[in-house]
């Protein structure tokens, strides 16, 4: 079992900015990706962005374009998601996950992803 650490989030005015971070031990290999979920009180889990480890594609939600960006450490198997102009609508537990989804089509599904981490705390206050 692979595991999966974050750090980073916490608690931000609106317009500010956050960054979360998270290393794994999964094996990058084939499909392999990695990808941030966040999951707002009363609400479903919810796709934010993801790379594929080949290439360079980075697949974002429309609702965090421009506003999130997603980067990556291949050497230290470390992705990185910058939170900037923050909303109160972003706030929720923001999951790492990673996993081998069955192509492109499937990176934003939850049900794709094997290892996820325990979750972090982003909240936006207005």
């Known amino acids: 079992q692979a595991q999966v650490e974050e750090s980073g989030g916490g608690s931000v005015q609106a317009g500010g900015s956050l960054r979360l971070s998270c290393a794994t031990s999964?094996?990058?290999?084939?499909?392999?990706?990695m990808g941030w979920f966040r999951q707002a009180p009363g609400k479903e889990r919810e796709f934010v962005a993801a790379?594929?480890?080949?290439?360079?594609?980075?697949f974002y939600a429309d609702s965090v374009k421009g506003r999130f960006t997603l980067s990556r450490d291949d050497a230290k198997n470390t992705q990185f998601l910058q939170m900037n102009n923050l909303k109160s609508e972003d706030t929720a537990v923001y999951y790492c996950?990673?996993?081998?989804?069955?192509?492109?089509?499937?990176?934003?599904?939850?049900?794709?992803?094997?290892?996820w981490g325990q979750g972090s705390q982003v909240t936006v206050s207005s």
């Open positions: 790379f594929r480890w080949r290439g360079d594609d980075i």
């Open positions: 999964a094996r990058p290999f084939g499909e392999y990706a």
């Open positions: 996950a990673a996993g081998y989804p069955a192509g492109p089509s499937r990176i934003r599904w939850a049900s794709e992803y094997m290892y």
